[in-house]
């Protein structure tokens, strides 16, 4: 019995899917907790990336006519070369 099962259980008064017999629930149910696990660490990593841009490369860009979407994404994921922003 796991969480979602004890839920259909409680809810419901049924007994949940056998998770590891079936193939497709059993992908899903790894594919979910795979995510689930490593999402918190990728989420740190792409902040510290997105906090290590100094603030004065914002404000030059703010200086130069760029909107909040412009500097969105030239700056923050640096996509194009600001030579492009006219």
């Not at 989420?43 to 969105?72: C, H, N, W």
Request: proline letters at 5%; hydrophobic letters at 50%.
């Amino acid at each position: 019995m796991g969480l979602i099962n004890n839920f259909l259980w409680i809810v419901f008064g049924t007994d949940g899917p056998s998770w590891l017999n079936s193939r497709w629930l059993a992908l899903g149910s790894a594919i979910f907790s795979h995510v689930w696990k490593w999402t918190p660490f990728w989420a740190v990593i792409l902040l510290a990336g997105r906090m290590s841009i100094p603030q004065e490369i914002y404000d030059a860009a703010k200086v130069d006519g760029a909107t909040g979407l412009k500097r969105f994404t030239h700056v923050t994921f640096r996509c194009l070369p600001i030579s492009t922003w006219s």
